[in-house]
């Protein structure tokens, strides 16, 4: 016997206040055997998690935050019964609400921060030896539209031009070996919408030595308060390469960058979790020399 | 045998033949009769014709134009051009991911991330590859990646495709990167192929011919798997991987939306401004048109944009380096052009006018590549942006292409004083880059195959001689020259005309001599296939076939090892020689064939073929004056057979050399040159002896029947002191002196010998030349000669009765020997009657006897017969 | 319709030879050559001295039983130097002729046709085309093809011969070029009891 549970939405992508409808789906179930009721249950929550990666010392700073759960629906599929297909199917519709005095966030996975959304079955056979294995749980992806959005904050883009020149490099330590340099560009906006790209443009208007690589870097900087404790790290999301070589002086690069599902989300503060993003741009020269322009954007959904 | 004195039958040759014609009447029918040979055999089944389809000229077209017409033709074409014209057999280095086993990834984290951090650590490692080798090896990865795919593991498959193009952007010769390229982008079509089916299979539930569809039509499950392949793709790090496999399921986004598709081709033309070398950008720009034209996109305005950038990148790069992007610009020009109006062509030069200026061959690539119904009719467009160019070998490279857009329109009063001034733009320019002058004329030169004379050519060949004359650093230009001959010789539709141009032989002296010698070959082999019966004649044509033919044969000096090569040459040769013809300028035939004989000594077949081609000549000069010699004719007669009596000598095989002798006897025999035959017979005979040593005399024995028929005609001299039957004499005494291996041979010959002195006294022979006297004529009533045939014969009869005699003890005899019984037999029956009738009867009864007795009633029943 | 055309005629055998390709000519004339396609005879006797290879082989790609001997001036003794072929009732010997000497002598081929045994003696080498019986016996002579020069002259008209066997009659048809033109002439023979 085979117990599965099925989505009708095959991108298991749902915002929310919607309905998340699938179905328990039965296979080889033995003829007449007894069932009992089956219910459902989605839940959601946030928790600080200790990564793999952040083993010794990060541990032990790493405040005790209990996770918080933000959603917690159940409902009952099926009243007992008795099988009289070898195949069935017990559909089920939950809709996504927020648990009450708590907030829908999105799903997300961090290295310190995660939220997941799981639905999970329980469906007892008891006869004989024809018992049922729990059901396994199945994620579901949350969006919640207008989430990231600040109150006060304009949901239209606001460009954002930047200039890069050796008097505006904040690192003096290396001054001696500077390359003269002028690089301008801009970034489409402030805000971004997850769906959305992200876009700009650089251009090397001027550089005395060759250039290597230009990198476009995601990096989310995931917070954590306990009390008077907080603990704050930035690690990257990914890195993509923008230009690959000494590109041509004016060429107009496009900076453009998908956001990776899952592990983004919109900006975040939620009680003692804080999830924020920021771009790095990285231009590197041939002689090793590397430059770091730091911006700071909100991910809105 | 005590016959002693033998006499012969009186023959009236004449009369035996008239009576013995059969009367013809004209036939109205006959068998051969109906349909011609066209109406009612196809080629394939007459053999003549297959003859001649077969040899049909078949060259590779190295200069044609590419097929245009069908873009898939035309990538193809491009691809083995370019994979042929980069990829040389010399190693070039790659960096290798040799160990690439794939690892378990942890499931959440991103599992590309982690794949390229293990390709990174290998990196370091460079591995020399042939071309052939790396084919192998993109071959390899593409059955891996086939493999992966079909067992399900599209993380797999995807990491290949990758791996793939990061090969691409770790080659470190450069003049590889187009035919790496070729192949890398073959796999990545391969790659998307696999996705984009897996696609279609999901959309419309397992159809696999669906080609028309709108994003609406497919279901959420398709939708969805194709963004996640995007998705998942947009992560890779490396910026040409990445734009690499997004081009490669660039059909993705037809199951996301149906309008959408330029804003990602113009963002992902965008993104290959960060591609900082010009090469590999255009390369990349190149399968962006490729991915473009197999979508199926009208709108091209970002390709427009695209090749803004990539020109404006072109502007300051080698010249070595601007070499390996050619390609890529026609391919994008190319599929620009494509559904491009004339109002767009203009704007885009205009656009690209700053580049033009600093790379002119930017605005070559354009002509070669949009319609010429855009080019021809603002020709003077072109011919205004020409002359605002600085640069000598841009001016002639684009004056080169114009000519070239030529070739396939008509051409008027106008077009003619364009082209000419066009000419004159290469002509002024050549002195400043004679190797890209030389490139420009192969263009002129194809359109003037095809639109002018070959005069016109003439005319080219002089200005380019002469700037190759002018050059005095003498570039390395060699190799441009020989490709300009082999234009010449693959264009030429009269290759008999184009060698006698007064240019043709002082350009080929421009070559290297090992290239020479190649093209001479080419032209001979062209010549040869071509089944010239043109009449070679013109002086200079022959001159110049010699100057070829000459280079072809001094090549094979001290060649012996390689027979099929002399083989061929000789060949080549003797077409050479049988195809002079001079109409009646019979002298000047002799001339050339005397001059043909010091240049070609190394080869006995052409040494044949020279004797044969004199003889040939001497018969048709006997035909001209209808066998009536006058003095002068008689002279020129004389001193062919003297050419053919001292050629034949310096043939190697003595076997040839007889045979020869034999028919040049002939030949002189007919024209009344009857010392010349005599000595010629007497030399041949005197190498009876040598063939008898060489085991040959067999081989040769029909022509020593034909000799002895040869004699019938052959006059004796009526006041000759040193008695007659001369060369009779020679050969009996040749014969007489053979080991005994050959008596049989010896017999047979002898017999021949009975068949002609029976001839010699009769009233009137049957045969006669015209004004030759022969034997009948000049010694009737001679006694001596008379007296003299008779003793020969006794002689003769006497060896064949001594045979008899030697047969009559004989339990068994072979085959031949019985056959000499019975012709002996025969011919003294018919021809030969003795003074006294009873004794021959004796005779006749004894040899039937004999044969009766060795071989039994049935084989000997048609002596009986008269 | 080909084999009404045969039954029309009987079989046919086409009598060629002597054509010297490429040492006395370039090839045969045009209009032989138009003549001269495959499936129309059924035999071809050769009297030798064809030259060249290629054009052995076109002779043997124009009928099934194609025969050759030997010619003086044909290389090597591959070749036999005398035929006896059977076609119906009739027995044909084929032999090049440079043996017959004088050439061409009735009395001399007379001798030949009595040691093959043959109704009707095909023999070449003179160059000029002959149709006689002697002794109650057949001699035909095809001439040369090409018209090649001869020993005898540079005049030679260029001819085939085709006989057409029906029981014991044949009907000969000779063609000859005349002026650029083929003409034909018919005549007719009876095997000798």
Redesign the interface.
Known sequence: MKCELQLERSSRTYSSGEEIKGSLLVENAPNGVHYNSLSLVLEGYIKGQVSMKSVGALDEILPQVPPIIICRQSQIAAERGTFSSPKIAFPFSIRVVAQEGQSLLETYTGVYISIQYEIKASFNVTEGKNKISTPVPIKVMIHVPGLGLIEGMSRSPQVQPFTITPTSVANPARLVSLPEFRIEGELSSTLFELDREFSGWIVIVEATKPIKSIDLQLIRIESIFSGDTGFKEPTEVQSLQVADGDVRKGAKIPLYMLFPRQFTCPTTFYKKFKIEFEINLSILFFDGYQLTKNFPIYLIR | MDITSWALRKRNYALETSKAQIKLSAASSHPLLGGSAKAIVSDMSDPLNFLRKEKKRVVVEEYAPLPKDDPVEYWNSLSSITSKKFASTEAFKIYSDADDDPKPVPQTFSRLELLEKDNKKKGNEISYLSHKEFLAHINLLTKEMEQAWNQNDRVKTLKLAIQSTKMLRDVQTQTYYPAVFMSITEMLDHFGYLVYTRLIAIAFEGKKDVVNFDSNEVNEQSKETALNWLLKISCIRELQPRLYVEMSLIKNYKFLWDDEHSKVLVRISQQIRGIGSPVMACYAGMYLAKQVISLGIGDKSFLIILLEDLCQCLIGILPEHYELCTPALSWIFYCTALSSSKDELFKLIERLQGVIEYRGDILRIIIEEYPTEYILPNVNYFLDLISGLKNASDRMEISGALAKAYLNSSIDENSMKIINRLWIEISENGKWNIKVYLKASMNFLQLFFKKFGIQQIDILLKDILSHLREDKMKKDWTSHVSEIMNVLISNARDLSMLISLEQFLPLLDEVTPQKKTELCNKIIDTFAREEVKVAISNPLMIHALFTITRVVHDSLDGAESNPDLIARVSNLICKFVRNLHFGNNLEQHLTVLTEARSSFIQFDEVTETLVNSVLDISMKAHKLVSGKHNFKTHAFLKACVSYAHITIPSIDDNMKQFKLFILASQVALVNNLIGEAESLIKTAIARIPDLAEDDELPQVEDCLHTLIGQLVLLPDNPGSSSGFFLPAHGLINALTSLNKRFERLKLRLFISILWYLSSQTQLKLPLKIFRVDSNDKLMSGNANFKEEQLTMMSTVIEELLNFVTECGQMKTIDDAGFEVLLKFYMVLQKVYVCLDESQVSILLKRIYDICLGLRGEAKVKMLRVV | MANI?MSQ?GE?VLLIGDLHI???S??LPDKF?????????QHILCTGNVGNR?HS??LK?LAANVHFV?????E??SLP?QKLITIGDWKLGLI?G???????????L??IQ??M?CDLLVSGHTHSS?????DAKH?INPGSATGA?S?????SRPSFL?I?LQGREAT????ELIDGNV???????TKSS
């Open positions: 055309k005629f046919l490429p040492q006395r370039v090839d050559k138009e003549l001269l396609v495959p499936g129309k005879v290629e082989d076109w790609s030997r010619g003086d001036f044909d090597g003794t130097e090049h440079h043996q017959v000497i004088p050439w061409g002598d009735k009395e001399a007379s001798n009595r040691v045994d002959s149709i006689d019986t002697y001699f020069y020993p005898l002259t540079s005049e085709i057409a000969t048809f000779l063609y003409s034909v002439s018919k005549g007719s023979l």
